[in-house]
């Protein structure tokens, strides 16, 4: 096992030491528990200090989870409880239009995927459950980045942005005007910018608080993607998106 592997090992390791009954460990109690160096133990809580999952009690000695866990907490069970509203909704999408589809939420410029259903077309996607993608190069990143703060789009790098083709918007100027368009239509489009030969159509679902949490999409072959079929994608995924947003408990 190499040097860093093992600090990952140890890392996790640690963080498994806590639990309801004891929240609340010093280096020798969590030497105890897990066999680790004393050394060890606190070199790597340093470690994990440093990024926010622990942090000192009000001894100043011992440790407490820190902020950066709850957080991961909060983004699990929401993911869930989207995953659980949305799901039904994309599968009932799938079958009607024989199209692949996923649902997405975005962490920082990617976006993570929490669903996929097949449709019993191939369809060379790179997706699957708990995977990333740029989201300046999908319908679902776009989609989710246009519904973010002004903060944050106007925080978009001047630099060139990656490119997966040659349809890739790599300007960041053209993005902010694509994400301004998306707020009009309230959908986006990708044509082979993350995959040649594959586009997609986003849309947003939002939960209680009026917050746009979740895209869902359809994905398939740029072939079948003629502007009618994309406005009639656009108009279907819009009506399963208003149920699902209603599941969430927007009632607008």
């Known amino acids: 096992m190499t040097q860093e592997l093992r600090s990952v090992k140890n890392a996790l390791t640690i963080l498994k030491c806590f639990s309801p009954e004891k929240n609340t460990l010093g280096v020798t109690e969590i030497s105890n528990m897990t066999g680790l160096a004393k050394s060890t133990v606190s070199r790597t809580l340093a470690t994990l200090a440093q990024e926010g999952f622990v942090r000192k009690a009000t001894d100043q000695q011992s440790y407490i989870l820190g902020f950066a866990i709850i957080n991961l907490?909060?983004?699990?069970?929401?993911?869930?409880?989207?995953?659980?509203?949305?799901?039904?909704?994309?599968?009932?999408?799938?079958?009607?239009?024989?199209?692949?589809?996923?649902?997405?939420?975005?962490?920082?410029?990617?976006?993570?995927?929490?669903?996929?259903?097949?449709?019993?077309?191939?369809?060379?996607?790179?997706?699957h459950l708990g995977s990333r993608n740029p989201a300046h190069a999908t319908s679902s990143g776009k989609l989710l980045l246009a519904y973010q703060g002004d903060q944050t789009v106007a925080g978009l790098s001047e630099n060139p942005l990656p490119a997966y083709t040659s349809e890739t918007i790599t300007n960041p100027y053209k993005l902010k005007e694509e994400l301004e368009t998306i707020r009009q239509n309230r959908f986006a489009y990708s044509k082979d910018e993350l995959t040649e030969g594959v586009s997609s159509v986003a849309v947003p679902v939002i939960d209680y608080t009026g917050i746009v949490v979740a895209s869902i999409a359809l994905v398939g072959a740029t072939a079948r993607f003629t502007p009618k079929k994309i406005s009639e994608f656009a108009s279907l995924l819009k009506q399963a998106a208003r149920e699902s947003s209603h599941n969430l408990g927007y009632s607008h």
């Open 73 to 127: 907490a909060g983004i699990s069970l929401s993911s869930m409880r989207i995953q659980q509203e949305v799901s039904p909704a994309l599968s009932q999408l799938v079958v009607h239009t024989n199209e692949s589809g996923h649902i997405a939420i975005l962490d920082g410029m990617d976006i993570i995927y929490i669903q996929k259903a097949e449709s019993s077309i191939h369809t060379k996607m790179k997706t």
